[in-house]
């Protein structure tokens, strides 16, 4: 009897609650569910009927099974789940191309999942989802939520292993993001019984009862257990059998000839379908000689046929045939199938596997790791450093080949969000007799580790210690000197760290290192822009960026956009810089280096808050936080906070808060330096509070930085006049009248950005209560391109000329900034102002609504009009000049405030509301 085809029993609730969501997902609603147990629970058996259902359902179906070896090979889960995938057609990205475009691979999938959701819901489902590849994990992260309002249903299973992997970490967090999970228990005593009168065809008795019972409820070891039973029950009283699966099995196989049983376990070794002829040359036999083996072993249903390939039945099988070996033959096993994979020259991230179960052996370990780790660390820089982690112990510690991998893999913990091991590791090998070469590598990657969790001190300390022992025209040097730089301009030692910038640029040009030479080049830029010079900051970013692109790849990894992007920003040439952001967008999608998303979304952040788009802003933080949670890198996270909170302190002064607390508890935890942003936030947010004590601790702190740095001036001049404005308030005068200094000869340095001329006299205007002053503050900002730096212009000359007894003028210019306050989505501004309008008629109310359609913000609305004409999330992002992230964000908002969970009656409650016009721009 084919056990397989029973029907499922004890598994009706978890059966039930699994067609809602198919019933769901039908209507439009999307979802995300996680089966877990462990193995012969019963997971693949749902799933099975879980796929029927949904084709039953009229659903496009999708569907897959990972396998142990998918977490050496980059993205070959997702490859394996849409390979063969009709719905999305021949579009869908494969081949070896995926390894080198991570990101744009995911992005196109995405976009072909929401294409096909529009025309037939879906059901993707991943079978053993645990043995996913670092890759295909971090785009389930980026996929499940973009796609959750669509019609897509996630299903997923998985073992609860306690060894932590990326896949178990990607799972996780959609369990915490909202995903159902449900947990697969052992079968109750009455489920034993129904499972065993139809698995012997009659009612069990008490004796096959007990002896069923040792199966703990587990199906697949009752089922295997009870093959071969006469059908009336046990011949034998129950003490005389077998008590354990993996002993049964061991005493079947002892029936089966020498020869299979030896082909056995050859077989056991691939942790993954195999083929006859990766049998017989690890073997040394003819694959035709084993044709027989094969299909007596099928025929014995210990194999099953998946194509050209051959598997276990079950994985409890190969693990039960595998460990009754002794450890030396399966070490053994291990090591002669590593050199056979290199003799019939298969990749090192095969070769590898083997050799670690090996224990080492006669293959050169470190040499192979090392090969494998240039396959995968493009694109799974966690998987690459892993791999070494696990491979130091059989090196030989007095093999240089060992410290450089250590160093690598320091490198490595840093692109994959692991600081703190980074630093760990680094430390650990740090002397031990290691050479110049090799010790200045490991303190470059300590440095780009201290670098990533703020730690700028330990940074300068480790370049300082790093830099004697790198050759004077090496890479190397170039990197670390790019580093000192980046390290000082942090602490505000901006003279050296121009210095050393220069000097980076230098070597990297006798070294002929084009990476060194773009990093070096756009520390230059970050150095001109903190000294106040925008002119000259846009001159060297432009330079890393011709550097870049004539270097290629070597170059644009290293994403001199970023830095062009943020001087242009600080001239006010807004459009310039979006356009800067889209060509690093897609350079990301080209390169696949998803790692150095985040600072990216804090670049695009900073453009939408100076262009006045504050919900847009607020929505690109949001999506920047999300990726670093998906990096597992909180501490990229710290600056989008901050800047979150900023934001929200316009509309609501406690969600500020919860930003900030989140943002002041990564720091804590990793006593990493408070950046720049961070500290400004929490000026404004104990000043929004009228805590004055705190303020003047905050301004101390703020000052003192703006004293050693002019970034937070330059990259948002309206920050000036807010500073001048919490002094004055503190009775801090003095303090006012250095920010009025500072900001005069910043503008006197840019004599063509208008909106730093413009925040220079506001400031001054502030500081003297000067009328004139703050007029031609407005006319300057008239001639910029910041609405909110306008409507506060506005504001205060508001405030000046009533003082003037102009009550006229003041009530228009309060209007005209309410209105500006109104267009920028800030919500408390516009209540202030209007608070001083109170008596003026026809003054439009706030809108204080938190749900409903009157509570979508004017950015929600363009995003919820055009998702419901049936345009894709990317779709919309083009159409509005947005990221898809930032569309998704506004989506999932919208969502929340109407109470709804899909497109389709997103789409209802548009046309319930809106009448046919024109309306995507409104």
């Given amino acids: 009897m084919d056990t397989d085809a029973l029907p499922l029993i004890g598994r009706e609730r978890v059966l039930g609650e699994s067609r809602e969501y198919l019933l769901q997902v039908a209507e439009g609603s999307g979802n995300c569910v996680v089966v877990e147990g462990p193995a012969g629970i019963g997971k693949s058996r749902l799933l099975q009927e879980v796929v029927a259902e949904g084709h039953a359902l009229g659903l496009g179906v999708i569907t897959s099974q990972a396998v142990k070896l998918d977490k050496n090979t980059p993205l070959i889960t997702l490859r394996s789940l849409f390979r063969s995938c009709h719905l999305l057609g021949p579009q869908v990205p494969a081949g070896p191309g995926l390894n080198t475009s991570t990101l744009w691979a995911v992005d196109q999938i995405g976009e072909l999942i929401a294409q096909q959701a529009r025309k037939q819901p879906m059901l993707i489902a991943l079978d053993d989802a645990h043995w996913a590849d670092e890759a295909t994990a971090l785009a389930l992260r980026v996929l499940v939520p973009a796609l959750q309002s669509d019609g897509v249903l996630w299903y997923f299973t998985r073992r609860p292993y306690p060894i932590r992997s990326c896949a178990q970490e990607a799972l996780d967090w959609l369990i915490g993001e909202g995903a159902q999970k449900h947990q697969l228990e052992p079968l109750s005593d009455d489920a034993v019984a129904q499972l065993c009168a139809r698995v012997l065809g009659c009612k069990p008795d008490a004796a096959t009862l007990s002896y069923a019972a040792r199966s703990g409820g587990n199906p697949f070891l009752l089922r295997e257990m009870l093959r071969g039973l006469p059908g009336d029950g046990l011949p034998v009283p129950p003490a005389t059998l077998t008590p354990t699966f993996f002993d049964a099995v061991g005493e079947r196989m002892q029936d089966l000839p020498e020869e299979t049983r030896r082909a056995l376990d050859a077989m056991t070794v691939f942790g993954r379908p195999f083929g006859v002829h990766e049998v017989a040359a690890l073997l040394g036999r003819p694959a035709v000689e084993l044709l027989g083996t094969v299909a007596m072993l099928v025929d014995a249903e210990v194999l099953v046929e998946q194509g050209a390939k051959l598997s276990f039945r079950h994985e409890l099988i190969r693990d ?204 230059r830029s970050r150095v001109s822009l903190a000294q106040g010079d925008i002119p000259t900051a846009i001159r060297y970013a432009t330079e890393a960026v011709r550097l870049g692109d004539r270097a290629g790849d070597v170059g644009r990894t290293r994403h001199p956009r970023l830095h062009l992007a943020a001087a242009l920003t600080a ?214 391109s910041r609405p909110v730096a306008l409507a506060q212009g506005l504001e205060d000359l508001a405030a000046a000329e009533a ?96 109470g709804i969970t899909s497109r389709v009656e997103l789409a209802r409650r548009v046309m319930t509301h809106d009448k046919p016009a024109t309306h995507a721009n409104t």
Wanted: charged share 25%; net charge neutral; aromatic share 2%.
């Fill in 320 to 523: 039960a045939l595998y460990y009754r070996m002794p450890e030396p033959t399966r070490a053994t096993l291990h090591q002669e199938a590593a050199s056979v994979l290199a003799q019939h020259g298969r990749s090192a991230t095969e070769q590898v596997k083997h050799l670690l179960l090996s224990g080492g052996g006669w293959m050169d370990v470190a040499t192979v790791v090392k090969r494998a780790v240039q396959e995968i660390a493009p694109a799974a820089p966690n998987t690459g450093a892993d791999l070494i982690l696990r491979s130091l112990p059989l090196i030989d510690e007095g093999r240089p080949i060992r410290a450089e991998l250590a160093a690598e893999a320091v490198r490595l913990l840093v692109l994959a969000g692991r600081p703190a091991e980074a630093i760990e590791l680094g430390q650990r090998f740090r002397g031990g007799g290691l050479s110049q070469h090799t010790e200045a590598m490991l303190l470059l990657g300590l440095t780009e580790a201290l670098h990533t969790v703020g730690e700028h001190s330990r940074v300068l300390e480790h370049t300082v210690l790093a830099l004697p022992r790198a050759k004077s025209d090496s890479l190397v040097r170039a990197e670390l000197l790019a580093m000192h730089a980046h390290g000082l301009t942090s602490l505000g030692d901006l003279e050296a760290a121009s210095a050393a910038a220069t000097n980076a640029v230098h070597v990297a040009n006798r070294a002929r290192t084009h990476g060194a030479l773009v990093c070096g080049t756009g520390a």
């Fill in 571 to 784: 001239a006010d040439r807004l459009a310039e810089a979006e356009e800067e952001l889209a060509k690093d967008e897609q350079d990301v999608a080209e390169l696949g280096t998803v790692w150095s998303q985040p600072p990216r979304y804090l670049c695009r952040a900073e453009l939408l808050l100076a262009a006045g788009r504050l919900n847009d802003a607020a929505a690109e933080a949001e999506a920047g936080v999300l990726l670093t949670e998906q990096l597992s890198a909180e501490a990229l996270a710290v600056p989008l906070l901050a800047l979150r909170a900023v934001v929200s302190l316009r509309a609501d002064v406690q969600a500020a808060w919860q930003h900030l607390n989140r943002a002041q508890e990564i720091v804590e935890t990793g006593r990493r330096r408070l950046p720049d942003l961070l500290v400004w936030a929490r000026l404004l947010a104990e000043e929004a509070e009228g805590n004055s004590d705190e303020v003047r601790l905050e301004l101390v702190e703020v000052l003192d930085r703006v004293k050693r740095s002019s970034a937070l001036l330059v990259s948002a001049p309206e920050r000036i006049p807010a500073l001048v404005r919490v002094a004055l308030r503190v009775d801090a005068r003095e303090a006012a009248a250095q920010v009025v200094a500072s900001a005069t000869e910043l503008a006197r340095r840019n004599p063509d950005v208008a909106v730093l001329l413009g925040a220079a006299e506001h400031g001054a205007g502030l500081l003297r209560r000067d009328a004139r002053v703050l007029r031609s503050a407005v006319e300057h900002y008239r001639a910029g």
């Fill in 803 to 898: 003082d003037l007894g102009n009550l006229e003028k003041a009530a228009e210019l309060r209007i005209e900034s309410d209105s500006g306050y109104v267009r920028c989505d800030a919500p408390l501004d516009a209540a202030r102002v209007r608070g001083l309008l109170a008596r003026t008629p026809n003054v439009r109310r706030q809108n204080t609504r938190k749900t409903g359609w009157e509570s979508l913000t004017r950015a929600e609305l363009r995003v919820v009009r055009l998702v419901a004409e049936g345009l894709t999330n990317r779709e919309v992002a083009n159409r509005l000049y947005l990221s898809p992230h930032t569309v998704d964000s506004h989506l999932r908002h919208s969502f929340a405030k109407l």
